[in-house]
């Protein structure tokens, strides 16, 4: 299996810049669009409970703007009864559910599927009946990945966070193990018939064993795109990722 490898780019971190100062600048929809001419297959954005960065009329933008130009907006949320009314109102392409904590600075672990089996269930079955292609960010762990099964999601999207700072801190026996747990649960996963996704943490430098593994068929990635914009652009951050994935790909053919 060695299909094209979709990039969903995560403009979290626009929004970030935005709210450090207020106002409307710089705009998460711009950098939606300047993303989608750079090559991005389609845009990420999570709208968190405490709306530390992307906002709900952003999440009111992005949806336009994305409809219009026939490009997926994937909706990364909390499993609360708040944000399924506004998944259920924009009826996005796909959505992502994530555990969020208020303490946290980022995204720390995967959602605990197993221990939310029986209202995670019925809150994809919603999802899913209003069209939307639901997706549970979880730890490579292959508990979450067959509960993730049992609830109906077409989607795992494999937290990747723990190999990405293994690597940037030159922990390299855990980053292994870790990479091999990635590729375990992403061969598990597609066994159980959900599409395999992968996200948090990527950079150019943990891009490539992320993307080589056979079964990932999309990367969201936010937080370095965003960072490496500040220096190169937002476009050619982005140029340099995709071309990062398709020889990771293509070394795999
Ligand atoms: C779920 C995930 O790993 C990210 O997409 C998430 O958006 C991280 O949260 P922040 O963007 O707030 O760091
Ligand atoms: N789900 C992962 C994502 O959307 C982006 O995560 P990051 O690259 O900002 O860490």
Redesign the pocket.
């Known amino acids: 299996m060695s299909e094209r490898i979709r990039l ?1 780019v ?1 403009i ?2 626009v929004a970030t810049v935005r709210n450090a100062r207020g106002g409307l600048y710089p705009d998460p929809v711009r950098a939606a669009q300047e993303a989608i001419a750079a090559g991005a297959d389609g845009i ?1 954005a ?1 709208l968190r409970e405490d709306r530390r960065h992307i906002s709900d009329a952003d999440i009111d933008s992005l949806s336009a703007v994305l409809r219009d130009q026939a490009r997926p907006l994937n909706l ?1 949320m909390a499993v609360t009864q708040e944000m399924l009314a506004i998944a259920l109102h924009h009826r996005p392409a796909a959505v ?1 559910l ?1 555990p969020e904590k208020r303490e946290e600075r ?2 720390e672990g995967g959602l605990d599927v197993v221990g939310g089996h029986n209202w995670i269930t019925p809150f994809v079955g919603r999802l899913k009946n209003a069209g939307s292609r639901v997706s549970l ?1 979880i730890g490579p762990d292959p508990h979450q990945v067959e509960a993730a099964a049992r609830t109906g999601a077409a989607v795992v ?1 494999l937290h990747t ?1 723990s190999f990405c700072d293994a690597v940037r801190d030159r922990r390299l026996d855990a980053a292994a193990a870790d990479l091999e747990a990635l590729r375990a649960a992403a061969a598990q996963a597609h066994g159980l018939g959900l599409e395999v996704h992968a ?4 950079d150019y430098d943990t891009v490539a064993p992320i993307a080589a593994i056979p079964q990932v068929m999309e990367l ?6 965003i960072g490496e914009a500040i220096f190169v652009g937002l476009g050619p951050a982005i140029s340099k990722m995709r071309e990062l994935m398709d020889r990771a790909r293509g070394a795999m053919a």
């Open positions: 969903g995560n979290d971190h990420t999570h990364e992502c994530v980022t995204t960010f999207e966070g996200g948090h943490g990527i969201n990635i936010g937080h370095f795109l």
